[in-house]
């Protein structure tokens, strides 16, 4: 079964960058996505990437973060720039859409203002 492993988080002041990775155990050909969920709210989307590089983004983050994909390496980044307090999260990669695989525990983000 496909396993997803997200890194790459971390803390950082308010305006810093980090990228995360998300590995899977074997190669995807959906269209992949980004999630997050901060404390005490539900998982919200924040970007996908079709199998073609097409990429779309949440208004939240767009102009800040880039989605990327390397088929060969199955894995998918997150490179997210000019971090804000809001984006404090933990972020998880999926298909955009069911039926989902199962969740990776996730990759926590801070960032402190």
């Known amino acids: 079964q496909l396993q997803l492993v997200e890194s790459g988080g971390g803390l950082v002041q308010a305006g810093g960058s980090l990228r995360l990775s998300c590995a899977a155990s074997t190669r995807i050909f959906n269209t992949m996505a980004w999630y997050r969920r901060a404390a005490g709210r539900q998982r919200e989307w924040v970007a996908a990437?079709?199998?073609?590089?097409?990429?779309n983004y949440a208004d939240s983050v767009k102009g800040r973060f880039i989605m990327s994909r390397d088929s060969a390496k199955k894995t998918v980044y997150l490179q997210m720039n000019s971090l804000k307090p809001e984006d404090t999260a933990v972020y998880y990669c999926?298909?955009?859409?069911?039926?989902?695989?199962?969740w990776g525990q996730g990759t926590q983000v801070a960032v402190s203002s």
């Open positions: 999926n298909a955009l859409n069911a039926p989902y695989y199962p």
């Open positions: 990437i079709t199998s073609g590089g097409t990429t």
